[in-house]
Every structure is written in structure tokens, then in C-alpha cells.
Nanobody, 126 residues
Framework: EVQLVESGGGLVQAGGSLRVSCATS????????IGWFRQAPGDEREREVV??????????YYEDAVKGRFTISRDNAKNTVYLQMNNLKPDDTSVYYC?????????????????WGQGTQVTVSA
């Protein structure tokens, strides 16, 4: 069974930092690109892609709103992807989800998603 488990969310003041993690099992980790998405509470729009990383970390994508503040990385030995979030803003408040997909495009994000995690809440207070 494929599982993606997010952790590391929490409450932080504006300007602070958090690192969220996505631990995976049940898949050949280095054969998947991994992405981070977010969806604010009560927002019925599709989850927006925040960032993604290629299978060997060779390629990354960042949404414009997080460029220069967020950094994605992966440790293929630990089957885990990280999202370091610095200089957090109240608008970053969301549930953050990780997902496994086929390809991370540097232009538009993660494609052909096959599995999702359950999400971790990130709340940024003003």
C-alpha cells in the first residue's frame, strides 16, 4: 500500500519558519517526482501546487508566491521530501499536502499524480 505521511505543521508567527516533511512507503521512491500542494480552510478551489521536485532532485518548481522563501529537497535514502518554509506570511495558512507524480515541470509543477497524503495544517498568525 502506498502511503504518504506529512508532518511538521503547526502554528507560527509571521516571519517565522517551519519545515514540513513527507515520508513515503510502498513505492519506489526514486521513480516518483514529489510535490507539495496547499488548500486554505473553506476554500473550495482545487489545491494549488506550491512546489515540486524531480525524481533525483534534478528539477524544482515553485509557485510565484513562495519563490525565495520556500525550499524543497528530498532524501532518497530516507524516502522523504522536505519543504523548508521561511519568512512565513498569514496568507500561507493552509493545509499542506504532499503528492507523488510522474514528472515535475519547472514551468507548471507536478503532473499525473497517483497518490496523496492526508495533509498537515500550517497556521501563520499576524
Amino acid at each position: 500500500e502506498v502511503q504518504l505521511v506529512e508532518s511538521g505543521g503547526g502554528l507560527v508567527q509571521a516571519g517565522g519558519s517551519l519545515r514540513v516533511s513527507c515520508a513515503t512507503s510502498g513505492l519506489s521512491f526514486d521513480e516518483y517526482a514529489i510535490g507539495w500542494f496547499r488548500q486554505a480552510p473553506g476554500d473550495e478551489r482545487e489545491r494549488e501546487v506550491v512546489s515540486c521536485i524531480g525524481k533525483q532532485g534534478e528539477r524544482t518548481y515553485y509557485e510565484d508566491a513562495v519563490k525565495g522563501r520556500f525550499t524543497i529537497s528530498r532524501d532518497n535514502a530516507k524516502n522523504t521530501v522536505y519543504l523548508q518554509m521561511n519568512n512565513l506570511k498569514p496568507d500561507d495558512t493552509s493545509v499542506y499536502y504532499c503528492a507523488a507524480g510522474v514528472y515535475c515541470s519547472s514551468g507548471y509543477g507536478l503532473t499525473t499524480i497517483s497518490a496523496w497524503g492526508q495533509g498537515t495544517q500550517v497556521t501563520v498568525s499576524a
